[in-house]
């Protein structure tokens, strides 16, 4: 089974991202928090992985030619979405889990698309507090408070790309993606029926599995998103983004960056090059790695200087994205 495996910087010069809750308890003022981890080092901002997610979502939904499965809510607060993975973007790429009240199959499908927490790459002393106030009308202003941070947070992805595209129908959590009247659609559409030990699956093209894939990673590449956009004007398009083909889930790419004396992120030629002498036999694709101009250029020749049998490719985030597409177009053996 092929990953399609990365790395992904957001720097955040001056931001609260993602909010926690507000705390009025013997405070002065109200104070919006901003979520973070106290440690004996020091506080960490985060982003969590379902902030993320929805930053992604929300910049899928701008684009073309992508459907998005439709919302049900019942009156006890239970939702879910179509559970329908054959039809829509969404509920294959990003799983689901679809229990009506009172009866009816429960489906599940483990997400082919893994997010970790978005978190500092280098711990800081403290949280900023901004002041501001609510001062449209013609009393005395109403004062708050929030919290704000400059940092680059790290982050890890995953895109299982055996399960991407391919539907199970099999008495398993997470395994039972289709029931009996979305077989029926897959039959009708001409999926590819395949068996993996007593389990039965369905398949997309690798055409279709590969669009799907290419608007993923479309969708990252023009990531927008955050808290406090209005305040804190933050481009959360990834700084920088190292991604390649392997044959295992893990992220072998995690320690590749660090913070410097400065907290700044550096690429670390001496972790790189052993990846790619311990992990040679798990890389399936040339190294892309996404690094724009004006950022951290002093890194670039640490970059190029690394070798690879099949090649790093280093070039504008979106051009790399662009460029696995091509790969996996190239090699569809991957998908299987």
């Given at each position: 089974m092929s990953f399609l495996t990365g790395l992904i910087l957001v720097d955040a010069p001056a931001s609260a991202l993602n909010n926690a809750e507000t705390d009025s308890n013997g405070r002065e003022f109200p104070l919006t928090n901003t979520k973070h981890i106290r440690t004996k080092e020091g506080i960490f901002p985060y982003v969590s992985a379902q902030a993320f997610r929805y930053w992604l979502r929300c910049s899928l939904e701008k684009a073309e030619n992508i459907l998005f499965s439709p919302i049900e809510k019942e009156k006890n607060s239970v939702a879910y979405t179509s559970a329908n993975p054959i039809e829509y973007f969404d509920d294959d790429i990003l799983g689901y889990m679809r229990a009506k009240t009172g009866g009816g199959s429960t489906l599940t499908r483990i997400s082919p698309f893994r997010?970790?927490?978005?978190?500092?790459?280098?711990?800081?002393s403290r949280l900023t507090e901004d002041l501001g106030t609510m001062s449209r009308h013609n009393d005395?202003?109403?004062?708050?408070?929030h919290q704000l941070y400059r940092t680059t947070l790290k982050g890890l992805v995953s895109l299982d790309l055996y399960s991407s595209g391919r539907f199970w129908a099999t008495e398993r959590t997470g395994f039972k993606n289709l029931d009996e009247e979305?077989?029926?659609?897959?039959?009708?559409?001409?999926l590819e029926e395949g068996q993996k030990g007593n389990a039965t699956f369905y398949k997309l093209s690798n055409k279709e599995r590969i669009?799907?894939?290419?608007?993923?990673l479309k969708g990252i590449a023009n990531l927008e998103g955050g808290a406090k956009q209005t305040l804190h004007y933050t481009d959360v398009n990834p700084a920088?983004?190292?991604?390649?083909?392997?044959?295992?889930g893990n992220n072998i790419f995690n320690?590749?960056?660090?913070?410097?004396?400065?907290?700044?992120?550096?690429?670390?030629?001496?972790?790189?090059?052993e990846v790619l002498?311990?992990?040679?036999?798990?890389?399936l694709s040339p190294i892309y790695i996404g690094l724009p101009k004006g950022y951290i250029d002093s890194q670039k020749p640490i970059i190029e200087s690394c070798f690879w049998k099949d090649g790093i490719i280093l070039k504008h985030p979106k051009e790399i994205m662009a460029?696995?597409?091509?790969?996996?177009?190239?090699?569809?053996?991957?998908?299987?």
């Open positions: 997010t970790s927490t978005f978190i500092a790459l280098d711990p800081i005395n202003p109403v004062p708050f408070k979305r077989i029926k659609i897959a039959k009708e559409l001409g669009n799907r894939i290419n608007a993923l920088f983004i190292i991604m390649a083909v392997t044959k295992g320690r590749t960056i660090q913070p410097d004396s400065k907290g700044l992120p550096v690429f670390n030629k001496e972790v790189m090059d002498s311990v992990y040679k036999e798990e890389i460029d696995i597409v091509e790969y996996l177009n190239s090699k569809p053996e991957l998908l299987d």
